[in-house]
């Protein structure tokens, strides 16, 4: 997944703000790993207060983060299995 820093130049770009507390709510150093997970993949139970939050934009860059992981989960599965085919023809 993107890093932090990562996440905050990718909101940066998306929209001129850093939007770093709100990535820092999502991964930043002081937030558990079950509570990262918990904000990754419950974002029904936590977009009402994200948006409160940060506003409608903040809502966007919130699905925009998530989904900046989802893609990078993605890619590297597709690379693995890639490789994983390479093996079994190499065999």
Partial sequence: MPSLRE???LS???TGEEFR???????GEGVSFLSKIDRH???????????ERWGKMGLREY????????EMILLL???LMGLGRRRCKEE
């Avoid at 699905?63 to 989802?70: K, L, M, S």
Wanted: glycine fraction near 2%; charged fraction near 45%.
């Fill in 41 to 51: 993949i419950r974002m029904g139970k936590h977009s009402r207060y994200v948006e």
């Fill in 77 to 79: 599965i597709h690379r």
């Fill in 21 to 27: 507390e709100l990535n820092e709510w999502l991964d």
């Fill in 7 to 9: 996440h905050i130049r």
């Fill in 12 to 14: 940066r770009e998306r």
């Fill in 63 to 70: 699905r925009n983060h998530v989904n900046d992981d989802i």
